[in-house]
């Protein structure tokens, strides 16, 4: 899970199977997708050629809601 927030890292990590990973706040879709590829390869969460489900809540930072759905191929 990627999050700019440290409370909701916090929460993740007692999730099983979850790895929460602290960022810098982000704005739009055009920072998220780059940076989810960058993070799932170095963390070996994924490989080149895998599909990840991105869940969001649009806009960044302001939605507490998950109401974006993008699944992405690595």
Do not use: W, Y
């Not at 927030?5 to 879709?29: D, M, R, W, Y």
């Not at 780059?34 to 993070?39: A, C, E, M, Q, S």
């Amino acid at each position: 899970a990627i999050t700019f927030s440290e409370t909701t890292a916090n929460q993740l990590a007692l999730s099983f199977g979850c790895h929460p990973i602290v960022v810098p706040k982000l704005s739009s879709n055009e920072e998220v997708l780059p940076l989810v590829r960058k993070i799932a390869l170095e963390e070996k969460m994924a490989a080149k050629g895998d599909k990840v489900v991105i869940l969001a809540g649009m806009p960044f930072g302001k939605i507490k809601e998950i109401n974006m759905m993008i699944v992405e191929t690595l």
